[in-house]
């Protein structure tokens, strides 16, 4: 398991990228009008125009993960609760965001079941 994704939600997308290229001195690596990403040493920030809509507060560390439907059952089982079912997001890629009893936001995907 590691933690390589990091995903914002953000309500001016355009003005959110130019704020990210600057800071990671780098152009995105995925650019559209849905989401934008930037890929650097092997970690990945995401910027997410429709992620306030889909109940997420500020930044959220995505886990990748091997077995995405065991490991959501065993948060749940221990006082998680869902924010975000899982979706499929394209190419195989399975989502889910949860958050923790603190409210700390917590995001697992996965291209396995």
Known sequence: MA???VIFPVKDLERAKALLTT???????????????FDVDGQHFG??????????????????????????QGLL??????VQEVQEVGGGMRI?????????MIGLRSTAG
């Open 3 to 5: 933690m390589n994704t």
């Open 23 to 37: 800071l990671l001195g780098t152009a995105p690596s995925v650019d559209a009008p849905y989401y934008v990403g």
């Open 47 to 72: 910027l997410d125009p429709n992620g306030h809509g889909k109940g997420l507060t500020g930044p959220v560390p995505f886990w990748d993960v091997d077995d995405l439907d065991g490991l959501l």
């Open 77 to 82: 089982a221990a006082g998680a609760t869902t």
């Open 96 to 104: 889910t965001t949860v958050k923790d009893p603190d409210g700390n």
